[in-house]
């Protein structure tokens, strides 16, 4: 007996997930510098609602997004429970306020299903997919599309 076919199995893909706005997000580890404790932030005059504000870290000016806000949910009323996930999306470092991180989860890239789409919802568009974990439905973020030049640039 030959092994599996790595076209008819997929590729190993791994993913943090993330609960923010009470769903089950992922997140795929390449795209994470760092996982840290919430830290308060100092606040930028006239950005948006889903922007916390910006942190210091080792020197780098950091802009910090809700996650939950910018994905249409209730903002995060934020606590020392609360994780900042340091995401590196291109050339961009952008900090993630979640409510907890959860997990790696290794799954073949076949596990990952195809999100319905409607062209006007930008949001949904930044939803690569959904993967089935027991009972529930993590949903894949693609952090490109989610943040794409509507955060503050990081200097």
Known sequence: MSPPDENTQGTQLEFVTLVAGGQNFCIEITQIREIR???PVTIL???PSH???VINLRGA???IIDLAAKLGF???SPTERHVIIITAIE???VGLLVESVSEILGVRSDMVRETPRSPDDTTMRAILGV???GDDMTKVINLSTLLTNSEPVAA
Do not use: C, F, Q, T
Request: aromatic share 4%.
């Open 37 to 39: 404790r919430w830290s």
């Open 45 to 47: 005059p006239h950005s």
């Open 51 to 53: 922007v916390l504000g």
């Open 61 to 63: 000016v950091i802009p």
């Open 74 to 76: 209730d903002r995060i």
């Open 91 to 93: 050339d961009r470092i």
């Open 131 to 133: 993967i089935a974990v």
